[in-house]
């Protein structure tokens, strides 16, 4: 076995580079939250449509994204968007963008399958009492959808924490970039990858304790 000289005070000296880097991370995941939840939204609904070329559009937008990897979408929002439409993005701003259009694929799903779940009755009632399609959808489905399918998407959410580190690819300086940068600084790779762990532990796990305690509280219900 290899002897190795553990130097844990090295994460102290650099414990400002966790918390700085844990800043973007949160700021990033809670922006790309946001637009996912909001884009997903719209997605769901489209795909609820009654227009088959609107289904049809919001159908291959949700496949392309969930079949295609997204370091690529990263990369092709960077360097690619600005040569097509002029449209120059910061690296932040292009992780932000670039996790939320992936992640509102998932969301429009997890979204639609808790549309269906309602039953149709329900709708029908209400268009019966003179409700249009956008009031019976605001007013009695989308409540009843959306907290059945709160605790996936809360899941959805930790997802997005944890691959929002492939923001470091392009620049951003988010935990993974900065926890980089500084180990070609101090050559201690085992203590401050170690720390980092510990790092998205803290930050993910309090988001996954409560998916999962949702889910049972609803179980009971």
């Not at 709708?123 to 009695?140: E, H, N, P, V």
């Not at 790092?199 to 999962?212: E, Q």
Request: charged share 15%; glycine share 4%; net charge positive.
């Amino acid at each position: 076995m290899i002897e190795y000289d553990w130097r844990f005070d090295v994460i102290w000296d650099y414990r400002q580079v966790y918390l700085r880097g844990a800043q973007v991370t949160i700021a990033l995941s809670l922006l790309s939250v946001v637009f996912a939840t909001i884009l997903g939204l719209f997605v769901a609904l489209a795909r609820q449509s009654r227009s088959r070329i609107v289904t049809f559009i919001s159908s291959v937008y949700v496949e392309f994204l969930r079949n295609t990897p997204l370091l690529v979408q990263i990369f092709w929002i960077f360097y690619c968007l600005p040569v097509l439409v002029g449209v120059s993005l910061t690296a932040f701003w292009s992780a932000a963008v670039s996790l939320a259009v992936h992640f509102s694929a998932y969301i429009a799903e997890i979204i639609r399958s808790g549309i269906a779940s309602i039953d149709r009755g329900q709708t029908d009632a209400a268009k019966i009492l003179g409700f249009t399609y956008g009031q019976s959808m605001r007013r009695i489905v989308l409540p009843q959808a959306l907290r059945r399918v709160l605790p996936p998407l809360v899941n959805i959410f930790a997802d997005i924490v944890k691959l929002s580190s492939l923001a470091s690819v392009i620049g951003v300086y988010d935990l993974m970039h900065s926890v980089n940068n500084t180990i070609m600084n101090t050559f201690r790779p085992l203590e401050l990858y170690s720390a980092l762990a510990v790092v998205y532990f803290v930050l993910i796990y309090p988001v996954a304790f409560a998916a999962r305690r949702f889910e049972l509280r609803m179980s009971r219900q």
